[in-house]
């Protein structure tokens, strides 16, 4: 789990890598520039599935940017409820 | 591939993407390839092309950085306020449908796995296609000059009139 400040500053790690903060701020970078040019306002949350793996990100209460990398055991449907996705 | 060929290409996969607005909360859907080519839609005309490159090439540099770390991404979901964007790899490509906040996952997800798998080949063809040659506009046309009225050599005018 990784906790990244809007500037993309690395708030919490556990678990992560620099390499995830780095490619999760310049992902919510291009995701809101995505959203700019289709008219969509207020990233809330993201979520991708790889051929290996899972990824979620969410904006909370205080503008983080809060990425998860669960384990493929895990249940994220709550969580995908609670986040719209 | 000659253009007629590419215009059917296009126009098979604009009819299949037709088929995703039968789910409800379905505005509209683009492909874009990975050298940012929109090759398909079915998507309001208040959507120029030129705003779905820009958007389809963010999306595409956002796979791009996900594979950079050694994630090869199938599908994504971006949730923004009222309204999301769900991403499907398609070869190299994407299909990138924008729904409503509201609509039905389930069948989002179902109908967007048929739609890949109908235009999979098509895309794979056009991908194949070199990007085409963007020539530079010409330059504008020089404003017509105003001609000032010039009175010949030794002669002053004044508001039309030869003076001394």
Redesign the interface.
Same mark, same amino acid.
């Given at each position: 789990m990784l906790r990244l400040s809007p500037q993309g500053a690395i708030l919490r790690n556990n678990g992560g890598s620099e *390499? $995830?903060a780095e490619?999760m701020a310049?992902?919510r970078r $291009? /995701?809101d520039?995505?959203?700019e =040019?289709?008219g +969509? *306002?207020? =990233? /809330?949350? $993201? *979520? &991708? /599935? =790889? /051929?290996?793996?899972r &990824?979620l990100a969410f904006v909370d209460s205080n503008g983080d940017t809060v990425v998860l990398r669960p384990r493929p055991e895990a249940n994220l449907q709550a969580l995908r409820d609670r +986040?719209? $996705? | 591939m000659t253009g007629a060929e590419a215009t059917a290409l296009s126009d098979g996969m604009n009819a299949s993407l037709a088929t995703l607005k039968d789910v409800a909360g379905i505005a509209g859907s683009f492909v874009c390839t990975p050298n940012g080519r929109v090759v398909a839609r079915e998507i309001s005309a208040l959507f120029d092309d030129a705003v779905l490159v820009e958007a389809g090439s963010r999306l595409v540099r956002m796979r791009e950085a996900f594979a950079a770390g050694g994630d090869e991404l199938e599908v994504g979901v971006v949730r923004f306020r009222d309204h999301r964007i769900y991403l499907k790899s398609v070869g190299d490509s994407l299909l990138c449908i924008l729904a409503e906040g509201a609509v039905n996952m389930p069948s989002l997800r179902m109908a967007a796995n048929l739609v890949g798998r109908r235009i999979g080949g098509a895309v794979a063809q056009l991908e194949a296609e070199p990007p085409p040659i963007r020539t530079p506009p010409p330059p504008p046309a020089p404003p017509p000059s105003r001609r000032m009225a010039e009175a010949p050599p030794g002669m002053r005018r004044f508001r039309g009139r030869p003076v001394d």
């Open positions: *390499e $995830l490619m310049y992902v $291009l /995701t520039l995505a959203g =040019f289709l +969509l *306002e207020g =990233f /809330t949350a $993201l *979520e &991708c /599935t =790889f /051929t290996k793996g &990824c +986040l719209g $996705l | -």
